[in-house]
């Protein structure tokens, strides 16, 4: 039931981001291509959910988050958080290499707090589309995400979507946030 409720949310939240920022897109040739010669700055909050698969937490892991069984371990979690990023390096199109470091906090909505810090190195094409790699660390576990993404423009504001893959020795997260910045 909460998964579907994660599925459901997610859907909606994609669907918004993706029908909003499709309303600002130019048919002017000129304005496009100038827009894609500016470098993106996408600092700023996000917010998305996680999908716990497989998860088969340890003991010790289980005492520390007040967990009882295997079926009181939630498999859906809101997240919240706020993405930091540098580039270092620009081309003349726009594209860029990034780093980016993203807290979040896990789990409001079943009455958790499980915060984690991912850092990603990255490239973000000026057409919009990124890749990145990096570590992850949380309160339960350590691991290395992958993610990928793209930006929609509306005028000066920008509306990143990305999705992540955490595989960690207990777990394999999926992760989905949205989030906005204005240029």
Do not use: C
Request: charged share 15%; glycine share 12%.
């Amino acid at each position: 039931m909460k998964s579907q409720m994660f599925l459901r949310g997610a859907a909606l939240i994609l669907a918004f981001t993706l029908s909003f920022g499709a309303q600002g897109q130019s048919t002017d040739p000129k304005q496009q291509s100038s827009k894609r010669n500016e470098a993106l700055k996408l600092s700023g909050p996000r917010i998305g959910g996680t999908y716990l698969h497989n998860y088969n937490p340890s003991e010790t892991t289980r005492i520390n988050m007040g967990w009882e069984d295997d079926n009181s371990v939630p498999t859906a979690l809101m997240l919240f958080g706020w993405n930091f990023e540098w580039n270092y390096f620009q081309t003349a199109d726009g594209s860029q290499g990034l780093i980016q470091v993203m807290p979040l906090i896990a789990g409001f909505d079943q009455g958790l707090f499980l915060p984690s810090v991912s850092a990603l190195m990255g490239y973000r094409h000026s057409s919009g589309w990124e890749i990145g790699f990096g570590p992850t660390a949380g309160v339960t576990s350590l691991g290395f995400v992958s993610a990928i993404g793209y930006t929609f423009r509306n005028g000066e504001m920008n509306f990143p979507i990305n999705l992540a893959i955490t595989p960690t020795k207990e777990s394999t997260r999926i992760s989905l946030t949205v989030g906005w910045s204005m240029n």
